[in-house]
């Protein structure tokens, strides 16, 4: 594979989106977190702890989606700086790595809005119940 220094550097644009997308979506879920801890100390309902649980589980998705991206973007940065010092083996490996951890971002991604979905199942069912 014959690497070229602005290849790793495609990744950028796309990492700085999905970072963007990440931090809303983790800057959410910590206000929700706060008003249903509010709720769960005033109410002490057993539908809050669901929606608490799930919201730790997509909390620690996000904290790995962000982390993998973060690990992505460095590797694309050191691929290129093996480009650019003619070390094409490490600069090949290196984005090749980026890619996979691009890839295990967006894998977590999928995961947490599948569970975002659960989360409206709790408040569903509980609609079902009463």
């Known amino acids: 594979m014959n690497l070229e220094i602005s290849t790793p550097a495609l990744l ?12 809303n979506r983790f800057l959410h879920l910590a206000a929700l977190v706060r008003n249903l ?9 057993e539908a809050l702890r669901a929606q ?5 589980r997509r909390l620690v998705l996000i904290r790995w989606m ?10 694309c940065v050191l691929s290129m700086v ?6 094409p083996m490490l600069g090949n490996i290196l984005f090749l790595v980026a890619l996979f951890l691009m890839g295990g971002s967006l894998f977590c991604l999928l995961f947490e809005i ?5 989360a409206l199942q709790i408040l569903l069912k509980r609609v079902e119940e009463e």
């Open 66 to 75: 962000q982390l993998a991206g973060a690990a992505s973007l460095l590797l």
């Open 52 to 56: 608490i649980d799930n919201l730790r």
């Open 37 to 45: 801890h509010r709720d769960w100390i005033e109410l002490k309902d």
């Open 82 to 87: 093996g480009v650019a010092f003619s070390f």
């Open 114 to 118: 599948w569970c975002s979905g659960g």
């Open 12 to 23: 950028f644009p796309a990492v700085s989106l999905l970072f963007l997308a990440y931090t």
